[in-house]
């Protein structure tokens, strides 16, 4: 079955960059069936979405974080990435990263469902 | 972006009870909608898409409905594992966005 997991330091300081990657194991990126994508929920709160990478290294951005997010694929390791550049308090939270489930809707419309999520990775931006 | 609002923020239940969610959408998302349940500490589970779609192995409890700004989810006959926090997500327009969540309790 799709399984999905997320490694990284847990403790980043303020003004840093945060590096996480998402392992993937049971699907292939490569497939080009499937976004992949990142989500995060501070302690407490809701959901966040970060923004999605595709298997050609396309991607969409959420436009709150745009100036500090990145993602990118490493299709040899079947893994994606992601990076917070400029860390501060705020950042701190459990980031899952989770696949993404593209549905044709008709003309230029997609839906995207997030099928697959996993288990999550507690960050804390602290000195 | 979209803005989604759920409602209630919580709500208290007992075993055997329904309880309805409201998900509003701040603009027309057709039926481009899903539902998610997260149980404390684990990650979220995708129950229901595009409004009413249910997921494989999701119990037949659950059910969604809905289109344009306003959706529902419905639990009937609430069981012990039911009890966890709701969120809907509009699935079709960058950035995805989620409600805020509604916490389902045991009365």
């Known amino acids: 079955q799709v399984q999905l997991q997320e490694s990284g330091p847990g403790l980043v300081k303020p003004s840093e960059t945060l590096s996480l990657t998402c392992t993937v194991s049971g699907d292939s990126i490569s497939t080009g069936t499937h976004y992949w994508t990142w989500i995060r929920q501070p302690p407490g709160k809701g959901l966040e979405w970060l923004g999605n990478?595709?298997?050609?290294?396309?991607?969409n951005y959420n436009p709150s974080l745009m100036s500090r997010v990145s993602m990118s694929v490493d299709l040899s390791k079947n893994q994606f990435s992601l990076k917070v550049t400029s860390v501060n308090a705020a950042d701190t939270a459990v980031y899952f990263c989770?696949?993404?489930?593209?549905?044709?809707?008709?003309?230029?419309?997609?839906?995207?469902?997030?099928?697959?999520w996993g288990r999550g990775t507690l960050v804390t931006v602290s000195s | 972006d979209i803005q989604m609002t759920q409602s209630p923020s919580a709500v208290s239940a007992s075993i055997g009870d329904s309880v309805t969610i409201t998900c509003r959408a701040s603009q027309g998302i057709t039926i481009w909608l899903a539902w998610y349940q997260q149980r404390p500490g684990k990650a979220p589970k995708l129950l229901i898409s595009?409004?009413?779609t249910l997921q494989s192995g999701v119990p037949s409890r659950f059910s969604g409905s809905g289109s344009g700004t306003e959706f529902t989810l419905t639990i009937n006959s609430l069981q012990p594992e039911d009890f966890a926090t709701y969120y809907c997500q509009q699935a079709n327009i960058f950035p995805l966005t989620f409600g805020q969540g509604t916490r389902l309790d045991i009365k």
């Open positions: 989770a696949r993404v489930l593209p549905l044709y809707c008709g003309g230029d419309c997609y839906q995207y469902y997030l099928d697959h």
């Open positions: 990478v595709y298997y050609s290294g396309t991607t």
């Open positions: 595009a409004a009413s």
